[in-house]
């Protein structure tokens, strides 16, 4: 990996972006080898979180025009801008952790996540209007879904950023915690979802992402029991370690089978 590190901690992959020369604006290379980085962890059961984050004082500036130019257009790989933003088989939670400024295909990015856990110094925008570009990364259709249609709509037109309490009041970012603790409050958080059986979060993840997706609630609740992560979770070993758990008032130990 060139502009990428990847590193497993126990059952969590820490993915970051490490361009910091260049606010981790995204060039062809790094699309591919964030590709290879979330194929790795999608397909590896012995990982359950991810954490995706910026070296430097940015997450991520987003397209790495000057390349661009310089290199000309390449194709996006397979599941997408930075190989996460068409990733809608991907079950296991994701959390970026921004540490500073996410602009165009960095918010589209970090709008993919599950969670954005945010320092107070970090700013969020799709500023693709201002050089005639359209943000085509899902910024779009995410941020109306995530925070109704008429705040989207006026981040969105304008291409005005906004720092991340005002994120966290429109609702797209989940915590906003001060710069020096972010890295604790994302540790928070991790530690958090592992506590709960793995399959139990897949099943909950995809049955909220797919239930979206159906016309209404008793669609999706009607159809819940038909998505692939609901079967595995429903004749898991963990469904009955759970209960085996409770029964003999002791801690769980998940083996995410």
Same mark, same amino acid.
């Given at each position: 990996?060139e502009?990428i590190?990847?590193e497993?901690?126990?059952?969590?992959?820490?993915?970051?972006l490490?361009?910091p020369?260049?606010l981790?604006?995204i060039?062809?290379?790094m699309?591919e080898?964030l590709?290879?980085?979330?194929?790795?962890f999608?397909?590896?059961?012995?990982?359950w979180?991810?954490v995706?984050?910026?070296?430097g004082?940015?997450f991520?500036a987003?397209?790495?025009?000057?390349a661009?130019a310089?290199e000309?257009f390449?194709s996006?790989?397979?599941h997408g801008?930075?190989g996460?933003i068409?990733r809608?088989?991907?079950?296991k939670?994701?959390?970026?952790?921004?540490?500073?400024?996410?602009?165009?295909g960095?918010f589209?990015?970090?709008? +993919?996540c599950d969670?954005?856990i *945010?320092a107070? $110094? @970090?700013?969020f925008? /799709?500023? !693709?209007p201002r050089?005639?570009a359209v943000?085509?990364?899902?910024?779009?259709h995410?941020l109306?879904?995530?925070?109704?249609?008429?705040?989207?709509?006026?981040?969105i037109l304008?291409?005005?950023p906004?720092?991340?309490?005002?994120g966290?009041r429109?609702?797209?970012?989940?915590e906003v915690?001060?710069d020096?603790q972010?890295?604790?409050?994302?540790?928070?958080?991790?530690?958090?979802?592992?506590?709960?059986?793995?399959l139990?979060?897949r099943?909950s993840?995809?049955a909220?992402?797919?239930?979206?997706?159906e016309p209404g609630?008793a669609?999706a609740?009607?159809a819940? +029991?038909?998505y692939p992560a609901? *079967?595995?979770? $429903? @004749?898991?070993?963990? /469904?009955? !370690?759970g209960t085996?758990?409770?029964a003999?008032k002791?801690?769980?130990v998940?083996?995410?089978r």
């Open positions: 990996m502009h590190t990847m497993q901690r126990g059952r969590v992959t820490r993915i970051t490490a361009r020369q260049v981790n604006a060039n062809a290379r699309h080898e590709e290879e980085a979330f194929n790795a999608a397909a590896d059961e012995g990982q979180v991810a995706v984050t910026g070296q004082r940015g991520c987003g397209s790495d025009l000057k661009a310089a000309g390449k996006y790989p397979a801008y930075a996460l068409e809608f088989d991907c079950d939670p994701i959390i970026a952790a921004v540490n500073g400024l996410a602009f165009g960095g589209e990015v970090a709008l +993919a969670l954005i *945010a107070e $110094s @970090a700013r925008g /799709l500023p !693709e050089v005639g943000a085509l990364g899902g910024g779009l995410r109306a879904r995530q925070i109704g249609l008429k705040r989207a709509m006026g981040m304008s291409a005005q906004v720092d991340a309490a005002e966290e429109l609702g797209f970012v989940t915690v001060p020096a972010l890295e604790s409050a994302v540790e928070r958080w991790v530690e958090t979802i592992l506590q709960g059986a793995p139990s979060i099943a993840k995809q909220v992402m797919r239930g979206l997706d609630v669609a609740m009607a819940q +029991a038909a609901f *079967a595995a979770w $429903s @004749a898991s070993q963990d /469904l009955r !370690e085996t758990a409770f003999e002791r801690p769980p998940w083996q995410g």
